[in-house]
């Protein structure tokens, strides 16, 4: 079968189709396809395997056509996918047929760092406000865009039709920021700060913890040096002792504790 695509129903020109609802996982490996389907595009490419598809977005072939079945998207026998479509398809379910406006709160060096990051532009979204409460960086220029004060959020959040915000403060002040946006309209939040935030229903929270993220690529670094390191047998039959006196099965007391 060939793939289909958006647009309205048969005799209903104009006519907006539904959205599939599609599973959380789904969601999250979409954008993974639509990177590589770009870097694709870039180099040439006009059509694609859901093998070689699969293989530029990092999961197996059968997940990545499971995934893109959801979306009415099936490919065609013999010559893959049409890459194009394929990146139509994919930027209309993600809603980045229109360029989406961001407001980022926070710029300090991780905010600096955002509000000048080039590939926002190119993947959907504009960088539309930026603010701070501190006033020795209200009115500093970053990128185009002047900085204002939080004061003014509910402002500039209405006049730019602002849906989406991104926190880059500190973890004490990112619970008040979280609360403002919500109060100017903002039902999406980015959270970069350290910390679980508090929202209403309706709004979306994505957490982004650079840490976090660190602590787990840690622990695989642990585990490979314990294991490269551990004897072949031992007096506890090749359990390590941890922290706390238990083995490293984390079911049972060490010995004589």
């Given amino acids: 079968m060939s793939q289909q695509r958006p647009g309205g129903q048969s005799g209903q020109p104009g006519a907006v189709p539904a959205l599939p609802d599609l599973p959380e996982a789904t969601v999250a490996r979409l954008p993974e396809y639509l990177r590589a389907l770009h870097n694709l595009a870039e180099t040439g490419h006009d059509t694609v395997s859901s093998e070689g598809l699969a293989a530029a977005?990092?999961?197996?072939?059968?997940?990545?056509?499971?995934?893109?079945?959801?979306?009415?998207?099936?490919?065609?026998?013999?010559?893959?996918?049409?890459?194009a479509l394929l990146i139509e398809q994919i930027e209309y379910v993600l809603g980045l047929t229109q360029r989406r406006a961001v407001a980022l709160v926070g710029v300090g060096n991780l905010g600096h760092a955002l509000a000048?990051?080039?590939?926002?532009?190119?993947?959907?979204?504009?960088?539309?406000?930026?603010?701070?409460?501190?006033?020795?960086?209200?009115?500093?220029?970053?990128?185009?865009?002047?900085?204002?004060?939080?004061?003014?959020?509910?402002?500039?959040?209405?006049?730019?039709?602002?849906?989406?915000?991104?926190?880059?403060?500190?973890?004490?002040?990112?619970?008040?920021?979280?609360?403002?946006?919500?109060?100017?309209?903002?039902?999406?939040?980015?959270?970069?700060?350290?910390?679980?935030?508090?929202?209403?229903?309706?709004?979306?929270?994505?957490?982004?913890?650079?840490?976090?993220?660190?602590?787990?690529?840690?622990f695989h670094e642990h585990r490979k040096a314990s294991l490269t390191s551990l004897p072949a047998t031992g007096p506890t039959g090749g359990l390590t002792a941890l922290p706390g006196g238990l083995s490293a099965t984390g079911t049972e007391e060490a010995v004589g504790t």
């Fill in 116 to 218: 000048g990051y080039a590939g926002f532009a190119t993947r959907g979204f504009r960088i539309a406000a930026l603010f701070d409460a501190d006033p020795s960086r209200v009115g500093e220029q970053i990128s185009g865009l002047v900085v204002r004060h939080i004061e003014d959020l509910a402002e500039i959040a209405a006049a730019e039709s602002i849906a989406i915000g991104v926190i880059a403060t500190p973890a004490a002040a990112a619970q008040s920021v979280a609360d403002q946006l919500v109060a100017a309209g903002v039902t999406s939040i980015l959270n970069f700060a350290p910390c679980v935030l508090s929202v209403p229903e309706g709004v979306d929270v994505r957490k982004v913890d650079l840490a976090i993220e660190l602590q787990i690529l840690s």
């Fill in 57 to 83: 977005a990092g999961v197996n072939s059968a997940k990545l056509r499971k995934d893109l079945s959801h979306l009415g998207s099936y490919g065609t026998r013999g010559v893959g996918y049409d890459v």
